[in-house]
RNA sequence: GGGCUUGUAGAUCAGUUGGGAGAUCGUCGCCUUUGCAAGGCGAAGGCCCUGGGUUCGAAUCCCAGCAAGUCCA
């Protein structure tokens, strides 16, 4: 398909011949000429366990430092790690791949890359394997990618792909790698929108790492397919390595698992903690570990099926049975798969993940959760953050890890006790159903788990073990989370809002923007460069289009004395658009026409006082509550704005205040508000990517906004200095999602108006309690008590009169046969009392009581007490018909029944009605 | 972004087709025993999350909101 692409220089002119494997059939590069197989798994087995396949072992920071520094000494320059949250972009949340850094907008040429060309070693996370992770003896969430990018265009190249080859080689070599033993594997290569020829590098059995030459993208009318997809040459193409670091430890030590590569002390830690016994040394065990890892080097072992052929085939390998093994392996594996999970949290949590249950926050909690099963699962008992503190004091690289350690305590301290919750009460709901369905001899429905499962979060290992406790049996199959996955419909639909003239709005030049330099003007002149129904597009506006939150300008212009509302202004590529209220057709507007422009200062100023106001609130924000804050979305409004921040728990009243108090202070010492356009590569070097709490703006630079202490790249209208934001007024704070806080508040004159608002509750409050504001708690506590204690007393006054009444009306009753009737009204009596009267009355067995009231129209009461049930009343039946009477309707149990309806009138014709009901009843 | 679940006494929860607000634990009082644990009897403690709607009548049904839990992308 892509054959050519791989006919290299490099290969012919250092003694490589080109193969097709003989069991996968695909195309590789060998100086060996014997050699058959590709050298990847599953062709070739692991050979470099027990058997290190450099001349030195390295650890993690030796084996990280030796390649940078290599590339370096190779005129590459040395670059800084990227955050594992991806924040640069909207597509992904963690960052996969060290490339992930420079998509979208240096790959696609719009921004130069940082440097040309760069080397770098980018932690990143994966939590595709999940299930392997452990198990495999490979798999991990977390890892680094070191890499080496060049970034070409036509005209411009840095280097391409002979030596990119050539540099891979060079520095297996000079690792001591044996250079027949390494082998160039050909595939395809094609992701996140890109594609490209590939080569993976392949020694011992292992991929240490993949050469992709990206240089082409998706395209529908592209004319290469791959993996059926269309795609098309790009201008620009990319070398994008991935190099294991990982990977490369692994291979220097040989050691059994790449785990005892990677952490052995941790790993030697926790198994002590579980009480595992982890001799390396002890050439047994290392043997079972080793033909583990060799043989789950050759199959998908997420798949439970494949594991137990795993097994299998391990304990024959070894002489001994599936059941002795796993007893050995789980533990072993669980360890692990501990270690390696507490690691990733490490980084996620110290890149500013907040736990959620959505988005990365959602990802970090899986994670977590696992983890947290697995330790209770081996008896781990010491908080998580034990164990993440060993990785940040492992890890001296990322001395960034050291300052968030009292944050990561306090999340995971959180995190840890809320899954304790979720799993009690999950307990006690599986448990309750048990009892449930032990009493019917029932198992279990898998409904039930599966309800348990999606909709409170209890696993269904921990139901089904709950369950047997109350000694109720479980059916739990093997696909039982992908019953969980058919059970949400897939039903997705994707709105996207696409401006309809893009196409026309395409061809005309960008709108100078003159909102930025003149901050406070509000009139101007200019040139009308296109006009198409309502739209307008000047060759220079002061109108601000929405944009980062802000709402867009209102206002007017005015040409030939005709004033027009502008409702409405956009921007699409650059080019600002503005919306006219009226139709084309009604306006007196041309091409190449002067237009005199008048923005709604009023609108704009408090846009402006909320826009600035929210950079200072989001920088006391991170004061009050910590580094790990982070804006998660804004929106302005005239009379007031809102901050989304992520944070892991409710901010209370104390903070919020605090935050007020704090933003308020910067207000006062008013300073000033400075906007400087920068290069894209120099401010993220200078300022890191906090500079896109509020999005991330294209282009290849961007306007950087200092608000005090906050320093962002904003694109919005602010005031020239903070003192003109005014009082700023925290309103509330809501919980949009879990580890997301809302906080609204106003600015300026909008804050003024709040307060005055807030003020005149308070006083209308007071003043119908006829007390001071002041006062107004201790009064309405008052009021709340008393208020309770009268319902109290009004509750016995009802049961005292209910009593008179019946002593009254027993003697009252008529005879009906063997029983008694009691028909009567009480005028002005409610529902209760007729109840209590009618309760009270029916203790007399033989007693039939209808009683009515024309309290809020007619309410009707009818009781039977036991004797007359027998004979057949049915106060139910009765209370209908007597309630169909006075327009109403009602209904209830044989032994008491209300109704009742709107006609007063009738009220003794409903008794009547119902006197020969009841006479009925006893006759059938 | 989508889905599901839940808001009732201090706590944990019941509450059948809309028709007398309940249980258990805890609290308080008395009794028994008095070393404690407990046991017996009794009592207090409810804006049934909020606001609308349907109905003669809503803890219960409908809508909106607030709060919380959870699964997935």
Not at 192 to 203: D, K, M, S, T, Y
Not at 681 to 696: D, N, P, S
Request: net charge negative; charged share 25%; proline share 4%.
């Amino acid at each position: 398909m892509l054959e050519d692409e791989y006919q290299l220089d490099f290969f012919s002119e250092n003694g490589f011949v080109r193969k097709q494997c003989s069991k996968c059939g695909s195309h590789f590069w060998t100086r060996d000429t014997e050699r058959a197989t590709c050298g990847d798994a599953p062709c070739d087995p692991y050979s470099f366990i027990g058997n290190p396949v450099f001349k030195k072992k390295f650890d993690l920071a030796e084996m990280r430092e030796y390649y940078l520094n290599f590339f370096e000494e190779r005129s590459h320059t040395r670059l800084e790690r990227y955050p594992v949250i991806a924040r640069w972009r909207d597509d992904i949340y963690l960052t996969i791949a060290s490339i992930a850094d420079f998509q979208p907008f240096v790959t696609s040429g719009e921004v130069p890359p940082p440097a040309n060309p760069l080397t770098i070693s980018q932690p990143c996370i994966r939590l595709s394997d999940l299930d392997a992770v452990g198990r495999s003896g490979r798999h991990l969430t977390t890892f680094e990618m070191m890499a080496h990018h060049a970034f070409n265009k036509q005209g411009d190249e840095i280097y391409w792909k002979d030596r990119t080859m050539e540099l891979c080689d060079e520095f297996l070599n000079s690792l001591g790698a044996d250079p027949m033993a390494v082998t160039y594997k050909e595939e395809p290569w094609a992701g996140g929108g890109n594609a490209g020829p590939c080569v993976e590098v392949l020694i011992g059995g292992l991929e240490v790492g993949t050469l992709v030459f990206m240089n082409m993208e998706q395209s529908d009318d592209g004319d290469i397919v791959i993996k059926g997809e269309n795609y098309r040459k790009m201008d620009n193409y990319i070398v994008d390595t991935g190099y294991g670091l990982e990977r490369l430890v692994w291979a220097s030590k040989g050691s059994p698992t790449i785990y005892d590569a990677v952490f052995p002390g941790i790993v030697n830690e926790i198994m002590d903690l579980a009480g595992v016994k982890h001799e390396l040394d002890d050439s047994e065990y290392a043997n079972i570990l080793s033909q583990n890892a060799r043989l789950a080097g050759l199959m998908d072992v997420s798949e439970k099926a494949n594991l137990f052929e795993l097994r299998k085939q391990v304990a024959s390998s070894i002489g001994t049975t599936v059941e002795k093994l796993s007893s050995i392996m789980e533990p072993v594996e669980s360890v692990y798969a501990i270690t390696d999970h507490t690691r990733c949290l490490t980084f996620m949590l110290a890149d500013g993940i907040i736990p959620s249950n959505v988005k990365a926050g959602y990802l970090a909690r899986l994670v977590l959760r696992r983890t947290l099963r697995m330790m209770k699962d081996m008896g781990i008992t010491i908080p998580l953050f034990e164990i993440v503190k060993m990785h940040v004091h492992n890890l001296p690289e990322y001395p960034e890890f050291q300052e968030k350690l009292e944050v990561i305590e306090d999340i995971l301290y959180h995190e840890e006790r809320k899954f304790a919750d979720t799993l009690e009460r999950g307990k006690r709901m599986i448990q309750k159903s048990a009892k449930h369905y032990k009493e019917a001899g029932e198992k279990i429905p898998l409904d039930t788990l599966i309800e348990m499962y999606d909709s409170h979060g209890i696993p269904p290992e921990i139901s089904k073990q709950a369950a047997s406790e109350v000694g109720v049996d479980v059916d739990l199959p093997d696909n039982f989370y992908s019953l969980v996955a058919d059970g949400h419909s897939k039903a997705e639909k994707k709105v996207v809002k696409e401006f309809s003239y893009s196409g026309r709005v395409s061809k005309l030049p960008m709108t100078k923007k003159l909102f930025y330099d003149e901050p406070t003007r509000m009139r101007f002149e200019a040139v009308v460069l296109d006009i198409f129904d309502n739209h307008l597009v000047l060759d220079s506006t002061l109108f601000y289009p929405e944009g980062g939150g802000q709402p867009a300008d209102h206002g007017t212009v005015t040409v030939e004395d005709v004033v027009h509302n502008i409702i409405d202004v956009q921007v699409v590529d650059g080019v600002v658009v503005h919306i006219i209220e009226e139709l084309e057709d009604e306006l007196h507007i041309r091409k190449g026409d002067m237009v005199y422009g008048h923005v709604d200062e009023e609108r704009r100023m408090s846009h402006a006082c909320h826009h600035t106001a929210t950079h200072i609130v989001n920088d006391a924000a991170r004061k009050v509550l910590g580094d790990h804050v982070w804006q998660a979305g804004a929106q302005k409004f005239v009379d007031k704005a809102r901050l989304d921040i992520s944070h892991y728990k409710r901010i209370s009243q104390e903070e919020l205040n605090q935050i007020e108090i704090l933003a308020n202070r910067t207000v006062m010492e008013n300073q000033r508000v400075t906007a400087e356009w920068m290069d894209r590569v120099e401010a993220e070097k200078k300022y890191g990517f906090g500079l896109y709490q509020g999005g991330v703006p294209p282009g290849s630079t961007i306007r950087v906004l200092k608000v005090a202490d906050d320093i962002e790249a904003c694109g919005g209208t602010h005031c020239v200095s903070t003192g003109l934001v005014g009082p700023i007024k925290m309103l509330k704070t809501e919980r949009i999602q879990d580890g997301v806080e809302r906080i609204e508040y106003a600015a300026g004159l909008a804050a003024v108006k709040a307060m005055q608002e807030m003020e005149s509750y308070l006083t209308q409050a007071a003043d119908a309690l006829r007390v001071r504001p002041e006062h107004l708690p201790s009064t309405i506590d008052r009021f709340f008590t008393e208020w309770k204690e009268f319902k109290k007393e009004n509750q016995r006054l009802k049961d005292d009169l209910a009593h008179v009444h019946v002593m009254q009306m027993a003697n009252e009753a008529v005879s009906i046969g063997d029983l008694r009737l009691v028909a009567t009204m009480i005028p002005n009596a409610d529902i209760d009392e007729l109840v209590k009267i009618a309760g009270e009355l029916t203790t007399n067995k033989n007693m039939v009581v209808l009683l009515a009231s024309d309290s809020a129209g007619v309410k009707i009461v009818g009781a039977a007490g036991e004797d007359a049930l027998k004979a057949g009343a049915n106060a139910g039946q009765i209370v209908r018909e007597m309630s169909a009477v006075v327009g109403g309707g009602g209904g209830g149990k044989p032994a008491m029944a209300r109704g009742g309806g709107t006609d007063a009138s009738k009220i003794d014709e409903a008794l009547e009605a119902g006197r020969s009901m009841l006479e009925e009843q006893i006759n059938k």
